[in-house]
């Protein structure tokens, strides 16, 4: 029953990108502008987030095709906020995924306007009606559910919560609550969506709403682990940084060993997840399993 | 036939703004987010993109009910837009409207959140199932001509042309193009929006883009001329600082008195596109006309 998962995420990886690479078609733009979007969204990213959309996708008995604009448009969020939370007045990182940062390479101003840039363009492909006429309903309400879980009430507010929180006290509560948001949110829905829109009953799009949840922040407590343990080479950014800002983790708040075990925990709870599921689920149960070990 | 357009705008105003006062909810929102947005947001605006949106809307028979969660997505991607206009790294405005900017009062990482926000949340409002059950289709369509109109083939792109040509002799097409884009297009998409979701027919939801266009060029002429001409009390922000920044503007190129002709020759343009309508159109009649006047 055990699939290849790095072959697997080889295959979906480039799917993904070949869709990336197409969504621009011939615009013309003397600004420049475009070649910055460009070079955040094809600087080689894990593709965790669209892979996780297909996958949901075909959990259900939905096809690739019917959620490979969602996934993209899910990458392309995911890339703005890169951007925008490497910015100098937000986390000022030069380094991401081994490579200059956009502001880096293109200046302030335009970093900005490309995070903009990919955030709205994201929303002109979940609402082009060349492959969402099969059901206007479903990509309307999908498109509402990635707006919330990027905006305000979601990964945006994440961000704030953590900026407000570096060089504080914060207790773990807080902490869960800012990851849920800032990172959780937007996997959640990328697993959603494809349930969603891979046609799943209420019950499948139910139990890996909770799948998502889970692995969202099993996600972001081993990213706290890795960034201590893990090594510069393997993650392609700079570790130890947080220990550096003082940064609250789950490490730092509960130890490395039960941070560990919380880790775990959410693993176990995402499996459980997909206990309906027969094979279809398995490069899910894969992905889960993954977020915890990310060597691949 | 006349109207009182000091009146109109009165009235349509209020109405956009209790709108969006009422848009959050009861949202939890420890980190602050929410105040930023809402401070620029209700920094008194003129309305002028969610009033065209309603002036067109009913210009073709349509109602404001139709048009006024799209009439309020204009407005906070307006909002957005000037926050991030505003920003150190781009134009560093400390007033907008005779207020201190975002980024004056919440600082440089939150005002790039708070526009960020604006900008997410116009998508989710714009796909509300609470008011476009009645016509997703057409919600959708124009929900893309919005992001299309705001991303990188349109506002977005025109920042970043303005930015590149700050300092550098420009030439009049390649303004005329800078500003098409960056105040143009989400002004002719206003009026747009509200003519295809109040229902117009093909040929009206031509003559109202015309319109639009020709409004939101104009729009830009005038702007450059009150630089010049206007007083900081009546335009609540600096005058005189385009010469103080070598900026190209109309006037520059093409010295005021053609400057002017441009604008009065764009205004004829957008009454001329209006000759199909009765007077429902009269709203959008004097709007023109106070594009180039912008006393009330």
Not at 34 to 47: D, I, P
Not at 102 to 110: D, I, L
Request: proline share 3%; charged share 30%; glycine share 10%.
């Amino acid at each position: 029953m055990s699939i290849d998962l790095k072959e697997y995420l080889r295959v979906k990886r480039k799917i993904v990108e070949e869709r990336l690479e197409r969504l621009w078609g011939s615009v013309d733009d003397p600004s420049g502008l475009l070649n910055a979007m460009r070079y955040s969204l094809m600087a080689g990213g894990k593709r965790l987030r669209p892979i996780l959309c297909i996958a949901a996708s075909e959990a259900v008995g939905g096809s690739q095709e019917d959620v490979i604009h969602a996934a993209c448009a899910l990458e392309l969020i995911h890339t703005y906020s890169l951007i925008h939370d490497d910015l100098p007045a937000m986390d000022n990182d030069d380094l991401r995924r081994g490579k200059p940062t956009s502001h880096k390479v293109y200046g302030e101003a335009a970093a900005i306007l490309a995070g903009d840039a990919l955030l709205t363009a994201a929303f002109e492909i979940l609402t082009d009606p060349k492959h969402i006429s099969a059901n206007p309903i479903l990509w309307m309400q999908t498109t509402r559910l990635i707006a919330r879980a990027a905006g305000y009430a979601g990964m945006i507010q994440g961000q704030m919560l953590d900026i407000d929180s570096e060089g504080k006290d914060i207790e773990l509560g807080e902490l869960e609550k800012l990851h849920r948001l800032k990172t959780g949110a937007l996997i959640e829905v990328s697993v959603r969506s494809g349930a969603i829109l891979g046609g799943g009953t209420n019950n499948e799009i139910k139990a890996l709403s909770e799948y998502g949840r889970a692995i969202g922040l099993a996600f972001q407590v081993y990213d706290d682990i890795l960034n201590i343990e893990g090594s510069q080479e393997r993650l392609g950014k700079k570790t130890g940084t947080d220990l550096d800002r003082k940064k609250a983790t789950y490490p730092l708040l509960l130890g490395m060993s039960k941070a560990k075990e919380k880790g775990q925990d959410l693993v176990a709870n995402a499996l459980q997840a997909l206990t309906i599921f027969d094979k279809r689920g398995e490069p899910l149960r894969e992905l889960a399993r993954y977020v915890a070990e990310r060597k691949r």
